[in-house]
């Protein structure tokens, strides 16, 4: 089974910064492609950024220029850098592990409030 473990959440001024971390339990190798989703109140997840295997990266156009993903093979992890938060960054953030079946693995989340 696997299991996706965040950290990094929590509660930053606007135009501050925060690292988001997700450990695997598995060798983050063996996914297709790790990614980070939000959900704010009363909306729908949406996808912030992915990392493909191929080292190509996605971004939502509302972070582009602010949140950078990455990620470390050799401790399994995965992260995201988000820069200068604004208060519409409030939500709770998500890891995602695709395998190449698009097999889909969650972590628990993390809250990340950004205060006005």
């Known amino acids: 089974q696997v299991q996706l473990v965040e950290s990094g959440g929590g509660l930053v001024q606007a135009g501050g910064s925060l690292r988001l971390s997700c450990r695997t339990s598995?060798?983050?190798?063996?996914?297709?492609?790790m990614g980070w989703y939000r959900q704010a109140p009363g909306k729908q997840r949406e996808l912030v950024a992915r990392?493909?295997?191929?080292?190509?990266?996605y971004y939502a156009d509302s972070v582009k220029g602010r949140f950078t993903i990455s990620r470390d093979n050799a401790k399994n992890t995965v992260y995201l850098q988000m820069n200068s938060l604004k208060p519409e960054d409030t939500a709770v953030y998500y890891c995602n592990a695709r395998t190449i079946l698009f097999d889909m693995y969650w972590g628990q989340g993390t809250q990340v409030t950004v205060s006005s």
């Open positions: 598995g060798k983050i190798s063996s996914f297709n492609a």
């Open positions: 990392l493909p295997s191929d080292g190509s990266t």
